[in-house]
């Protein structure tokens, strides 16, 4: 198949210095599906018959310090990744290579990748055109069916299944991710191969598992993705906590949810309008709590009393477990434990200051993304006339001061209006026009503070 793609400039330009110097170069990886696939190209990764020091004598921006064959090229933003054919053996820590060679052709070196729509190469052909804007012509090389599967809509394994998730376990998660990205189904006997080895994930590194499951909250179908780990029993390994919320019923008079816990967490997860990944797993995990909270009454009657708070501690554990930076944590226990808020139109000025600064000003529209897949997933509207009452005043009310460091005043105003010393009064003064403004409605101006500061 000829293939006419126009390519950037350094990429172009790296071919012709490969080829001029007598070497093989091939564009492989993500990028060659990307480009049947039509849609946006971003990592350009490429494979050659070069050894890293050929390459790095070659390429004057090039670096290499790893021992996989991996050379990067500089560039503006995220560097090329160019490897050595290589070929490897042993996977003591189902994850990286014990042994590693390099090949001598490109059948050798895609022979080991993982799946099929990622073992196809494009290789450069002459052409004639010398104008640098021209499209590039290559042939794809497809030895495992790549294309087929792509039209197909199936993530199939290179070769043996099991042999390549023993070869590296986090490939299982990423198939996930990828039918979570491109909405493709995971062929029969590569599921079956996860669904077989799906205890070897334990092997692998935290951080590695918490990166592939945000990758997967961040897909264009994240609830599409989790439930492919459930199904596949890698969901109950990485989150075990949720798959005790399903079955854990909540339909109850005078409630209007219509699924189980599990359940509505899923539909929640696809109704969350944010594209942030914490946001979307705090969608997930946000009634985790429920299992262990729920109450049934002999008339019927469900309830989850605190349940938000147990979810917190859950949140807390995963994040712990999976070993997210603190700016993670706090975000996802954070809008996990403050998700049941209250949009009552009788709430006081004071509630919905407390409500700002225990989400944090950064997570107030995350946690309204969060409650807006919390109302869809649950059967309920969108929105509703308080939730959209709530939202203005939330606006009205961050425009008053949260501190008294925020009013218009200083103390020195203090001190020159009432005739007095620096000292504890003028705390005093302060705080109580503080107060005024927060739970009176007095004006945060400077004119309206020092009229009523003279009168006090």
Aim: proline share 4%; with cysteine.
């Amino acid at each position: 198949m000829k293939i006419h793609l126009a390519i950037p400039p350094q990429i172009r330009q790296l071919i012709f210095t490969f080829e001029r110097h007598g070497y093989e170069i091939y564009i492989v990886g993500g990028v060659v599906r990307d480009i049947m696939l039509r849609r946006p190209l971003v990592d350009w990764d490429m494979t050659t018959n070069a050894t890293p020091e050929e390459m790095l004598a070659m390429i004057p921006d090039s670096f290499y310090d790893n021992k996989y064959g991996t050379v990067g090229v500089k560039n503006e933003s995220k560097p090329y990744e160019i490897t050595t054919f290589r070929t490897e053996r042993g996977y003591a820590d189902a994850r990286h290579p014990d042994e590693i060679s390099w090949g001598k052709t490109l059948e050798e070196d895609l022979s080991r990748r993982d799946f099929t729509i990622n073992a196809m190469a494009l290789r450069h052909m002459p052409q004639t055109s010398m104008d640098p804007g021209a499209a590039t012509p290559f042939e794809l090389i497809d030895l495992y069916g790549g294309e087929k599967d792509i039209k197909d809509k199936l993530i199939r394994a290179v070769g043996d299944a099991n042999q390549r998730f023993a070869e590296d376990a986090l490939r299982m998660m990423r198939a996930v991710r990828i039918g979570a990205q491109l909405r493709f189904a995971v062929e029969e006997e590569t599921f079956a191969a996860i669904i077989n080895n799906a205890e070897a994930i334990n092997k692998i590194a935290a951080e590695r598992v918490r990166d592939e499951l945000l990758k997967i909250m961040a897909a264009d179908y994240p609830a599409d993705g989790y439930l492919l780990l459930r199904n596949c029993g890698i969901g109950k390994i990485i989150l075990p906590e949720m798959e005790e919320t399903f079955g854990v019923e909540q339909k109850s008079p005078g409630r209007h949810h219509i699924y189980d816990v599990g359940t509505h967490s899923v539909e929640a997860l696809r109704n969350c309008p944010s594209s942030d990944p914490i946001t979307r797993l705090a969608t997930l995990i946000h009634d985790a709590g429920k299992a262990r909270t729920q109450r049934v009454y002999a008339d019927g009657r469900i309830t989850f009393y605190n349940h938000e708070m147990e979810s917190a501690k859950i949140a807390e554990a995963i994040a712990e477990r999976l070993r997210f930076s603190n700016d993670q944590r706090d975000r996802l226990v954070g809008l996990v434990r403050w998700h049941q808020f209250t949009v009552d139109e009788r709430q006081t000025d004071s509630a919905i200051r407390r409500f700002i600064r225990n989400v944090g000003t950064e997570n107030l529209q995350e946690m309204l993304h969060l409650r807006t897949g919390d109302r869809l997933g649950g059967g309920a509207r969108e929105t509703s006339w308080r939730l959209e009452e709530f939202k203005q005043r939330l606006i009205q009310v961050q425009k008053q001061p949260f501190a008294v460091a925020d009013l218009k005043i200083s103390g020195y105003n203090v001190m020159q209006a009432k005739g007095i010393a620096s000292g504890p009064l003028v705390g005093k003064y302060l705080k109580a026009l503080f107060d005024e403004v927060t739970e009176k409605g007095l004006p945060n101006e400077r004119e309206a503070l020092l009229k009523r500061l003279a009168e006090m």
